[in-house]
């Protein structure tokens, strides 16, 4: 089993775990020949640790972890606090000034969210340092293919937000899984400085979010980030 990984995640994923053996080759091989790969070996599962499978009211899908020494700890989009907040994760921040009136964070340090059913994913969940996108095709995408099919697959509500084109390609696959089930899927580009005026700004998700979950008789997120420790 891997490390800190809930184990109400292992029936449904029981297929994409038994393949992780020649994936943790890969990483080993990589760590190596002397590569930087993040997030550290104990913080890759983080995500399904912190948010058990029938927890799980929100998806946010990015596409793979920071690539920057420190940064990623196996939530997307999320930093440790005390590491400065990367930009894409201030983008987010600024539209959700925009959409619910809640002032940027002082830190990067998701958890908060992590804890209310928040599941903070990405499609591939470790990156070569200083190479973004280097682990694609690498074996992760089978093993969080399989995540969204669980989440889903189980009664909704649940929102599937899908930021950046890696993510928004498994739109389809979700409303595949769900047939028309109780769950709302919102596409919109990356909040990297890159893409984030193609139409990331203005798309409103948190609080499309809170209103679907309201209207299925869902508690809302909190999505105000408290002062980190």
Known sequence: MPPRIDPIW????????????????FLEAEAAAGKAVYPPVEDRFRALALTPLPDVRVVILGQDPYHGPGQAHGLSFSVRPGVKVPPSLANI????????????????????????????????????????ASHRGRGWEALTDAVIRAVAAKPGPVVFLLWGTH???KAGFVRTIAQGGEHLVLSAPHPSPLSAYKGWFGSRPFSQANAFLERHGAAPIDWALPDAA
């Open 10 to 25: 292992t029936a449904p994923l029981a297929d994409a775990l038994a393949d992780l053996p020649a994936l943790d080759a």
């Open 93 to 132: 921040y600024k539209e959700l000034h925009a959409d619910l009136g809640i002032a940027p964070a002082r830190h990067g340090f998701l958890e908060h969210w992590a804890r209310q059913g928040v599941l903070l994913l990405n499609t591939v969940m470790t990156v070569e340092g200083g190479r973004a």
């Open 167 to 169: 993510a928004q390609a």
